[in-house]
Structures are given as structure tokens and as C-alpha cells.
């Protein structure tokens, strides 16, 4: 399993960023996918998740209405788009396949003026 997040970067209060996970090494088409944030010093935080046909969507109330997870199964790519974005925001953010132990790099979102 091998998945290599990117989209990542230093924008301001309000802005928008669109995250990508592109991923290999597994049937992603078969499972429910996830998008997690971490801040140093804390535990890693659910952002929000897909079902693997991309119609079944869960958020965290701190993004609620203002993220939005989709994806692409002829890509085998997920994705976050983030509007408005706050400080509180910053992390760096991870995807993971729900029920297996993967993770990637991560990339950093800053949120800051």
C-alpha cells in the first residue's frame, strides 16, 4: 500500500487549498477512505471520510461545512478541498484506507497571516 499525499502549503485566513492523496498497492475502489490532521503534541485527528463508491460522506464538526472529501476510483486518488480555511487549521495532514495500517508522508497545511 503506498499512499503520497500533496496539495499542501502556507495560505492565509480565508483562503482554500486542495489536497491529493494518490494512491497504489491495493483495490482502492474497495474501501472506505480518510483524510487526518496532526499538530505536534497532539493525537492525530479524523478530518473527515468516503465510502468507497464516493456517496456516503462524514465529517468532523471543526470542518463541517467548510471541507469537502471526494474522490476519483478511475484515478485512485482522494482528495480535500479546504475553503475558508483558520489558524486552527494547521496540521499536517494524512490519508489512510480505512482498516488497513498505511499512512504517508503527509502535507503540511500552515494557516497563517
Known amino acids: 500500500v503506498q499512499l503520497v499525499e500533496s496539495g499542501g502549503g502556507l495560505v492565509q485566513p480565508g483562503d482554500s487549498l486542495r489536497l491529493s492523496c494518490a494512491t497504489s498497492g491495493f483495490s482502492f475502489s474497495s474501501y472506505w477512505m480518510r483524510w487526518f490532521r496532526q499538530v505536534p503534541g497532539k493525537e492525530r485527528e479524523l478530518v473527515a471520510s468516503?465510502?468507497?463508491?464516493?456517496?456516503?460522506?462524514n465529517y468532523g464538526n471543526s470542518v463541517k461545512g467548510r471541507f469537502t472529501i471526494s474522490r476519483d476510483n478511475t484515478k485512485n486518488t482522494l482528495f480535500l478541498q479546504m475553503n475558508s480555511l483558520k489558524p486552527e487549521d494547521t496540521a499536517v495532514y494524512y490519508c489512510?484506507?480505512?482498516?488497513?495500517?498505511?499512512w504517508g508522508q503527509g502535507t503540511q497545511v500552515t494557516v497563517s497571516s
Open positions: 489512510n484506507v480505512a482498516g488497513l495500517g498505511s
Open positions: 468516503i465510502s468507497n463508491a464516493g456517496d456516503n460522506t
